[in-house]
C-alpha cells in the first residue's frame, strides 16, 4: 500500500461521524423488511454503471447480487455519489455501500469498513504528447478530479501549484478532459480505457499516485451487520465466485488484500 496514500487527510470526514450507536442495527431491519438497500455508483464502469437497459450493473453491482444471494433476499440499488455515499449511509437510505470505497483512517472514523474486496490503482492522465512525469509537472496547469473521490484529496494535497477544477462524477471529469476544460485528471485504472474508446489513442497514464484497498461501508457500531458482510466476503471468496466476477470486469485475478490499513478496522475487533 502507497504510504502517501494514508498521508493523506480527508477534510471534514471525522465531523460525520455518528455519536452513539444506531437505535435499530441493520441486519435486523434488512431481515423484518425482507430486502437489502444497496448504495452503488451509476456512471463508474466498471464498478458500479447502468446497462443499456437502465439496469445496475459492473462489478459492485455483481458483489451486491452474491450478497442477495448469501442471505437468500433480493437486493434494491440506490444510485449514490461520491459526495453523497457516506450520507446515504448515515441517514439510513442505504444498508450498505458498494461504491468503489477506497479505505483511509479519516473515512474510517466516519463508517465501518468490511474486508478490502478490490484494490484500486490511481493516476494521473493527460493527453500522450504532453510531457507529465511527477506532480511537479503538473504546476500552473488545469487539473480535474470528481468531488470527494480520493483523486480529490489526493491531488489537492500533492498538485498544490495547479488549479484543481472539481466535477460531480466521474463521468463528467473525463469529459473535461475530452474537452479540454482541464489539462490533466486524476483517475482510477480504467480512466484510460474509457478516455481512448472515445479519443482512440490520445490520452495516457501519465504517472501512478499509488493504490488502495476498497472495501463496502456499513454505519459505525454495527458489529453484528458487519460480521455478517465480512463472513459472506469469506464465503464468496473461497467458493471462486468472486474470484470470478473479478475476472469478468477486471480481467485479472483477486488479489491477496491481507496488509494491514493504519487506522482502518474491518473486522470490528
Known amino acids: 500500500m502507497n504510504t502517501l496514500l494514508k498521508s493523506i487527510a480527508v477534510a471534514g470526514l471525522a465531523s460525520l461521524a455518528l455519536s452513539t450507536v444506531a437505535a435499530a442495527q441493520t441486519l435486523d431491519a434488512v431481515k423484518e423488511r425482507g430486502k437489502i438497500i444497496v448504495g452503488i455508483?451509476?456512471?463508474?464502469?466498471?464498478?458500479?454503471?447502468?446497462d443499456s437497459q437502465g439496469q445496475n450493473d459492473g462489478y459492485d453491482a455483481g458483489v451486491a447480487r452474491l450478497l442477495g444471494e448469501y442471505l437468500g433476499l433480493p437486493v434494491e440499488f440506490?444510485?449514490?455519489?461520491?459526495?453523497?455515499?457516506?450520507?446515504?449511509?448515515?441517514?439510513?437510505?442505504?444498508?450498505?455501500?458498494?461504491?468503489t470505497l477506497s479505505m483511509t483512517a479519516e473515512r474510517a472514523e466516519a463508517l465501518q469498513y468490511t474486508k478490502p474486496y478490490a484494490e484500486q490503482p490511481f493516476y494521473v492522465l493527460a493527453p500522450k504528447d504532453m510531457e507529465v512525469t511527477g506532480v511537479e509537472d503538473l504546476a500552473g496547469k488545469r487539473i480535474g478530479v470528481p468531488r470527494g473521490a480520493i483523486m480529490d484529496l489526493q491531488l489537492t494535497a500533492l498538485a498544490t501549484e495547479s488549479e484543481i477544477l472539481r466535477f460531480d462524477d466521474d463521468s463528467s471529469n473525463v469529459q473535461a478532459l475530452l474537452s479540454g476544460q482541464v489539462d490533466a485528471i486524476g483517475g482510477s485504472m480504467f480512466y484510460e480505457e474509457r478516455l481512448n474508446q472515445q479519443a482512440d489513442g490520445k490520452f495516457e497514464n501519465k504517472f501512478s499516485t499509488g493504490s488502495l484497498y476498497v472495501g463496502a461501508g456499513t454505519r459505525l457500531n454495527d458489529a453484528e451487520w458487519t460480521k455478517t458482510l465480512n463472513a459472506f466476503l469469506d464465503d464468496a471468496t473461497a467458493n471462486g465466485k468472486l474470484g470470478e466476477l473479478y475476472q469478468k470486469w477486471f480481467s485479472m485475478d483477486l488479489p491477496e488484500m491481507t496488509t494491514p490499513v493504519e487506522g482502518v478496522n474491518w473486522t470490528l475487533e
Open 41 to 50: 455508483q451509476g456512471d463508474n464502469p466498471p464498478y458500479g454503471f447502468l
Open 78 to 99: 440506490n444510485i449514490v455519489t461520491n459526495q453523497n455515499r457516506i450520507a446515504a449511509l448515515q441517514t439510513n437510505r442505504v444498508d450498505v455501500i458498494f461504491a
